[in-house]
């Protein structure tokens, strides 16, 4: 059974294009996050929502938007897509917002903007 | 701005040796310190964590060790093994908040 799922896995598109990407959690989790992982596999903190509030913007463009249905899923939606935006996106996801609750992530979805 | 800085980007161990990664931070209002272990084509996921109230927490062959003074914590792998080859990331969380912040990777690699 898949915790933390995302999809696509693999997202080519050209530049200029409008994409998301979703995230689906089982784990009956309130806190879900968006990680960028660059090439030089550095991970940071993108959003994090809680009981589909955000709570946390980092200094990201506007052309991503978060969009949280429910609870259980956190899709990001990535609008005029430039070359920069290619990276490693992972989901995650952790009990409640606590300090301790561990993060569990997703297998992440390889972004490609050609 | 680096908050929390990772060493050695890459490290190459022969089995059986014992692998050190360190990580140093400034932000004193971090308040949990945990190490995440990620394959290639996975996501990072979770190994050892450790509160700044101990200053050692061990788990099999995994111990982080922890100098509050010095702001500085540290993964110990010992009688590494091949199965152990990954990147490491040691992170950091603020207090009240549920973030993380990651160091930059260590990419180990144990030679048979």
């Known amino acids: 059974d898949t915790a933390v799922s995302q999809t696509p896995k693999y997202l080519v598109t050209q530049m200029g294009n409008d994409k998301s990407i979703k995230c689906e959690q089982n784990?009956?989790?309130?806190?879900m996050y968006w990680y960028k992982q660059d090439s030089k596999k550095f991970l940071k903190i993108m959003f994090s929502?809680?009981?589909?509030?955000?709570?946390i913007n980092e200094t990201v463009p506007n052309r991503f938007s978060p969009k949280s249905p429910d609870k259980a899923h956190l899709n990001l939606h990535i609008n005029s897509l430039e070359l920069g935006d290619s990276a490693v996106y992972f989901c995650?996801?952790?009990?409640?917002?606590?300090?301790?609750?561990?993060?569990?992530f997703g297998p992440g979805t390889r972004l490609t903007v050609l | 701005q680096q908050q929390v800085k990772q060493s050695p980007q890459s490290l190459i161990v022969q089995k059986g040796g014992i692998s050190i990664i360190n990580c140093a931070y400034e932000?004193?209002?971090?308040?949990?310190f945990p190490w995440y272990q990620q394959f290639p084509g996975k996501g990072p996921a979770l190994l050892i964590a450790?509160?700044?109230?101990?200053s050692e927490k061990k788990e099999g062959r995994f111990t982080i060790s922890f100098n509050k003074s010095a702001k500085q914590f540290s993964l110990h792998i010992m009688d590494s093994q091949p199965g152990d080859s990954a990147t490491y990331f040691c992170?950091?969380?603020?207090?009240?908040?549920?973030?993380?912040?990651f160091g930059k990777g260590t990419m180990l690699l144990v030679s048979p």
């Open positions: 450790i509160r700044p109230d101990v």
């Open positions: 929502y809680n009981n589909k509030e955000l709570i």
């Open positions: 995650a996801s952790s009990p409640k917002l606590s300090v301790t609750d561990t993060q569990y």
């Open positions: 992170a950091a969380r603020r207090s009240g908040y549920s973030t993380l912040t």
């Open positions: 784990l009956g989790h309130d806190t």
């Open positions: 932000n004193t209002a971090f308040d949990y």
